[in-house]
Structure formats: structure tokens, C-alpha cells
């Protein structure tokens, strides 16, 4: 597959990741933007602006190339958990997950440099904890693992993963990135603003 020039907005290790293993060549240009959340909004809402601003603060810096802003929200009773600021507030947002279901969003936006055309869509999933122990929690904040992921657990390549007893939906978007989504819409927009791939 080759597509024009794709620039990810964003830090994360994870969304990098699995962009590079489902085949797509990249760079990686983070916004630096603040992540602000507006009690004006829904989660699924923020996680879709936060997306494309992150995506427009890139967009407009570079002269061409389709650019790719990505939010992940973890939201546990109507309660938005962003990433922890703490080795505290990181504890107590996994023994609040424990046992329960928790809704993760991610937001993701694709702006096209050149013309500033933009599209943004948006993934739910549902994901249940099993109780997970007090000795369990400790061990995993102890390992540093929980700092930069939102809600304070990762579901892949980590001790995060033996805490999720079900998925519903999309498995790759609670890693941060909803990859068939993001694939489906990718080709269209692709489509709409003339980058044929070949």
C-alpha cells in the first residue's frame, strides 16, 4: 500500500506501534497541545475535539501530507479518568475500575495538509475488571507502567492485561487506536480529497 505522506500527532508509543505492525509508514510530529477536557461536552465529544486539534495544530505547520490526531478517554460512571498525575491517584483509579465496566473512547481525525479538508469518527468499547487485590495494584503502580496511560492501565504488553476479564468492541482501540475504523476511514477520506493510493 502506498499512500501520501502520514503524519501522527502524537506521543504515544502504543498508537505507534500498532500503525507500524498493520504495515503504515509514518513519521511522528506531537502537537504538544494540552489535553483539555470541557464539561460542555460528552467524553465521546472531547476525545473527537482533542483529536482534531491535536491534528490541526500539526496540520498547520507542515505544507502537505495527511495528518493523524488520536484521544483516548476512559470513563467509569460518568466520570471522565484522564492519566493519573500520581502514584496515588493512579491507586485509586484502579481500585475503582476493579470489578467494574468502564467505556474507553478514542477520538481520531485526519486533516489533509494541503487543503485543511479534515475528517473525525470516533470508537467505543466496553471493558470489564475483574476484583483485582490491593498487593496487585501496589505492584503494578510500583512498576511505573500506569503514568502515561489514561485510567491508569494498559490491556497490552503488560500486567494491565491479566486485570480486563472482557472486551465488547473494538480490542485495539483500549490499546489507544481503533485500527479497522481508522482503516475504513482512511480510504475514504482518501478518496474524497484525491490521494488515489495506487
Known sequence: MTYPKLILASESPRRRSLLRRVGFRFTVQP??????????????????RIALEKALAVAGKIRNGIVI??????????????????????????????????????????????????????EKTLVRFRPIAESEIEEYVASGSPMDKAGAYGIQDDYGALFVERVEGCFYNVVGFPLTRFYVVLQQFLKETNHHHR
Open 69 to 122: 490526531g488520536a484521544d483516548t478517554i476512559v470513563v467509569l460512571k460518568g466520570k471522565i479518568l484522564g492519566k493519573p498525575r500520581s502514584q496515588s491517584e493512579a491507586r485509586s483509579m484502579l481500585r475503582s475500575l476493579s470489578g467494574h465496566q468502564h467505556t474507553v473512547f478514542t477520538g481520531f481525525a485526519l486533516v489533509d495538509a494541503a487543503t485543511r479538508k479534515y475528517v473525525v469518527e470516533s
Open 31 to 48: 502537537s504538544n497541545l494540552e489535553e483539555r477536557f470541557s464539561a460542555r461536552y460528552s467524553p465521546r465529544e472531547n476525545a473527537r
